[in-house]
């Protein structure tokens, strides 16, 4: 690399160090909504409600915003319980305690290990875990608030011990081999339901039990005799009863932990059980509920991939309640005028934003059998979803998903003017009318490595032959592959001109519609996900190392990631002057990192009211010429580039100290020159009128 281009990246790390702002976000930030994560549990201890997933979270605002409790990091947290002015959090293996409101924590010494999957209640002064195994299902209990635990006298028969609750003095056990209740705090146990194999979970309302299990709920006045009330229930994880005013249960909620089968998610029951509705607001077709939490006004369920949902109606309606818990992993990321659209990986749900992030609509999932999203695009009001075996497409108003085209694995989506084209490994689409039929385009032959589009101008790149058309894809001229090979290549472009970055080779540029490239650099760019491309400003998202950027058309590259910990970055897209990414965390490759956005050009900037002494430029504001004035340790000239506010470079050359330099070419707008010598950098901007 040339001392020029060393200098200008130097050049723009000092100005980024400088810190002034210009009315841009100085680093990345994580978006409000959507999130994401695990919630296993959720109480309340005085003004604090906690909730346990990958961290614990606490709230003093009722549940609409949240901090991770840093003095909490000993793993996921299962379980939550208050008892005595005691907070007690379970994780995978341990259970500890906190008398100070989780300032500090105790680790209890529980004779046996803890697989995860424990449950803790209390009756009186009695506390109660099981410890989750399955062929030795014990039961254990403490009087001194976990200091000592002893084994329950006389336990259950061998089984899987799924939950502990109790209702009234009494606490029953649901395990594998039916329902044991204790009249003694846990001491001594007996058979309440014997043929309830595998029940889940149990309530007591309006003087009637009822109990959960795979594919089955039921209901019993007595616990001797059960009736079926519906027999297509996914695995149950709780059934809470709420009641009206008058004490008498009102309604019935519950949740389910499971995707396969359907249904799934969070169901209500307002006659005691007999029948159950779906919360459709909620279940999105393989919703996982893991909790609820009820206080006098509200209610908030822990989810798999929603994190946590809030309801001010009795769970008529529900809305995210997550400021403060961002983990959902987002895979893909794709914007078209005011919309933004991100898809999340493990649900396969599609989301959608019109306020450039500030509020996301869930757009449902476009289908159960397919195993990811493998490319988003978006033209005007229109989602496309390209997957392993079909592209979907839907407008953001519409309700229903529809196949668009039925073909094997979508490998790019690209909308450009009135075409809509589709590229596959073997094939080339294009639609005219939105994506309603489809026309093959005839290329030529070989594997589709990449494909670029701009108007009518096409370009396509196999391992033999880079296929150029200017006609939207009637006709066709090729050459041969003297450019691209390896495993890894992603390609965008600004207007005509044609950028791939190809890992570990470097960035190749064509400015003529991909007919003759050059290679701008051969910076090793390691497992590159995303590359765009806006009047000289390059950025590349990559697995390795976050997000990266050339302002110098893709010569020399500087990171890009302040306030970006340790992320993997699979998806990069640009609205207006903003850039959303999306990714997950490097050490822990299931955390996503929700959906983030910084400016897409540097903060930090003089503007025209800074006055570097070192650096004068006269007329400021010019018309046709600037002279510059600079402080400068030799005598032969240095060089200058000018760049706008955006960080794009506009001009270049030598200059010594007092001379001139014509700017009538230069739009009226204000501008940042940067002198380079040997020993300094100075900087200063002007105006042009």
Not at 261 to 269: E, I, T
Not at 386 to 396: A, E, H, N, S
Not at 533 to 556: K, P, Q, Y
Not at 648 to 670: A, F, Q, R
């Amino acid at each position: 690399m040339t001392r020029f281009f060393f200098l200008k990246t130097l050049t723009i790390s000092l100005l980024l160090s400088i810190g002034i702002a210009i009315g841009v976000h100085a680093q990345w930030e994580q978006l409000e909504e959507p999130y994401g994560g695990e919630i296993f549990a959720i109480v309340q201890m005085d003004n604090t409600i906690y909730a346990g997933g990958n961290h614990l979270f606490t709230s003093t605002d009722n549940g609409r915003s949240w901090q991770v409790l840093t003095t909490f990091e000993k793993g996921n947290v299962f379980n939550l319980l208050v008892f005595n002015d005691y907070l007690f959090a379970g994780t995978s293996s341990d259970l500890y305690r906190s008398a100070d409101a989780g300032e500090t924590w105790l680790k209890l010494n529980i004779p046996a290990s803890l697989d995860g999957l424990n449950q803790i209640c209390r009756v009186n002064n009695t506390l109660i875990m099981n410890t989750g195994h399955a062929q030795t299902p014990e039961i254990y209990l403490s009087e001194d608030n976990g200091d000592s635990w002893n084994l329950s006298e006389q336990e259950p028969e061998d089984g899987f011990i799924r939950s502990v609750t109790s209702i009234g003095q009494i606490v029953y056990a649901c395990g594998d081999f039916g329902i044991y209740r204790s009249t003694d705090e846990g001491h001594h146990w007996e058979v309440f339901a014997k043929d309830l194999h595998f029940t889940e979970t149990l309530t007591y309302a309006n003087n009637t039990f009822i109990a959960a299990r795979w594919r089955g709920c039921y209901r019993s006045a007595d616990g001797v005799t059960w009736d079926t009330v519906w027999n297509e229930l996914n695995i149950p994880s709780f059934i809470l009863p709420l009641d009206s005013v008058s004490g008498k249960v009102q309604r019935l909620i519950l949740g389910t932990t499971t995707s396969i089968p359907d249904p799934g998610g969070l169901f209500y029951s307002d006659d005691n059980g007999l029948t159950w509705s779906s919360f459709q607001n909620v279940n999105k077709g393989n919703a996982k509920i893991y909790c609820i939490f009820k206080s006098d006004d509200f209610l908030l369920t822990g989810t798999c991939s929603d994190a946590i949902l809030r309801s001010d109606s009795m769970g008529n309606n529900w809305s995210v309640s997550n400021t403060g818990i961002k983990n959902r992993r987002f895979y893909k990321v794709a914007s078209g005028g005011d919309l933004l659209v991100a898809s999340e990986i493990n649900e396969r749900a599609i989301f959608s934003s019109g306020d450039h992030g500030k509020t996301w609509q869930f757009q449902g999932i476009p289908s159960n059998d397919f195993e990811y999203v493998t490319c988003l695009s978006v033209k005007e009001d229109w989602i496309f979803v390209g997957t392993i075996d079909k592209l979907y497409r839907k407008k953001v108003s519409d309700t229903v998903w529809s196949i668009c085209l039925d073909t094997n694995y979508i490998r790019k989506v690209i909308n450009t003017g009135q075409f809509v084209f589709v590229a596959t490994p073997y094939s080339l689409y294009r639609s005219e009318d939105d994506g309603t039929t489809w026309k093959t385009v005839d290329f030529g032959d070989g594997i589709i490595w990449e494909f670029l589009a701009y108007d009518s101008i096409l370009c396509v790149i196999t391992g033999q032959k880079v296929y150029n058309s200017t006609d939207a894809g009637i006709s066709f001229n090729s050459t041969a592959n003297l450019y691209f090979g390896g495993d890894y290549r992603v390609s965008s472009n600004y207007e005509n001109i044609f950028y791939v970055a190809q890992g570990p080779t470097g960035v190749f540029r064509s400015v003529d519609g991909g007919v003759v490239w050059e290679q701008m650099c051969d910076t090793a760019i390691w497992f590159p996900t995303e590359v765009l491309a806006n009047t000289g400003t390059i950025f590349i998202s990559t697995e390795m190392d976050g997000v990266i950027r050339s302002l110098d058309n893709g010569h020399t590259w500087c990171s890009y990631n302040d306030g970006m910990t340790a992320i993997s970055t699979m998806g990069l897209t640009l609205m207006g002057d903003t850039l959303f990414a999306v990714g997950y965390d490097k050490i822990n490759s299931g955390a996503g990192c929700g959906v983030m956005k910084r400016s897409a050009y540097p903060a930090g900037i003089p503007t025209a009211n800074d006055h570097n002494p070192d650096c004068i430029v006269f007329p400021n504001p010019a018309r046709n010429i600037i002279t510059v004035r600079y402080s400068i340790h030799r005598y032969s000239k240095a060089q200058y580039a000018i760049y706008s506010l955006s960080g794009n470079l506009l001009k270049s050359g030598h200059i010594g100290t007092n001379e001139s330099i014509y700017v009538n070419d230069l739009s009226p707008g204000n501008y940042i020159i940067t002198i380079f010598d040997s020993n300094k950098i100075n900087s200063a901007p002007f105006t042009v009128m």
